[in-house]
């Protein structure tokens, strides 16, 4: 079978589709198996912990290979890094359990969505948050994240897509262990959720709806109901991708 290679592996998703392979499209999954290929001399897929959107960013994907050489954890990392372009980095190497599974194995994960507000906003931080020019008032914002905390059934906060109708499975009910909303400087602030697993886009359309509430355009209340909804159409709408970061993949 091999030696199941983890890795963890940081990326700066502006310039991709996303995680998963396309074809004639430039993606996480797709570079990674290029430089694993060109590492190991064998063809290999590369499993990920999840699949995130076209212009989502990470600090700590986990993902994983098999293959059947001897190169050493030091020299995983040094030679991955050397064939992928310098936007994706593989932070870490190790052997695992051959039945460990990045998605299958993970016990949550942590998004965090970065926002500047109040100001027409920095250059520099335009590919990494999203620049809102209105003032965002954080206490109404934090008091609304506090309702997704719980075991809740997410509908109102899912993409059109997001699951196979053919296995329901869970359906749209979701975990949130965490669910925060802070002031990291003037004029910044970030939503931190820490979550059993995540629909598509769920993160970015409970940020769009936050905002409503931060711009005095929706109620406590009035988020308390759109999550009750289990609608999509009642919540708010989906904020950009460039704001997302996946900040960890959590294990048992």
């Known amino acids: ?11 700066d998703g502006t310039a991709y589709s996303g995680w998963q392979r396309q074809k004639n499209r430039p993606t996480i999954q797709g570079e990674l198996e290029r430089a694993a290929a060109r ?14 959107d076209a212009g989502v960013h990470a600090l700590a994907m986990t993902a ?10 030091r020299g995983v990392v040094n030679g991955l890094n050397s064939f992928l ?3 994706i980095r593989v932070l870490r ?28 906003g920095l250059p520099t931080e335009r590919l990494y948050c999203w620049q809102i020019n209105d003032m965002l008032d954080l206490e ?21 897509g997001s699951r196979d109708p053919g296995r329901p499975g869970r359906g749209a009910v979701r975990t949130i262990f965490a669910a925060t909303v ?54 708010g709408p989906t904020a950009p991708a460039r704001g997302l970061f996946l900040e960890k993949v959590l294990y048992p």
């Open 1 to 11: 079978m091999g030696r199941n290679i983890r890795i963890e592996v940081a990326f």
């Open 39 to 52: 590492l190991t001399g064998e063809k290999t897929v590369v499993h990920g912990a999840g699949r995130t």
């Open 64 to 73: 994983s290979f098999v293959t059947g050489g001897n190169i050493p954890d």
């Open 85 to 87: 372009p310098p936007d």
């Open 93 to 120: 190497a190790r052997e695992a359990d051959p039945d460990f599974h990045p998605r299958r194995s993970a016990a949550g994960k942590v998004y965090a969505y970065h926002l500047s507000f109040g100001s027409p």
């Open 140 to 160: 109404a914002m934090a008091a609304c994240v506090e309702l997704v905390r719980g075991t809740h059934d997410f509908s109102s906060f899912e993409a059109a």
């Open 182 to 235: 802070g002031e990291t400087g003037p004029g910044r602030a970030v939503v931190r959720l820490h979550g059993d697993g995540f629909l598509r886009h769920m993160v970015r359309n409970i940020v769009g709806t936050l905002v409503l509430a931060g711009q005095g355009r929706m109620t406590r209340d009035g988020f308390a109901a759109a999550l009750a909804a289990r609608d999509r159409a009642v919540a």
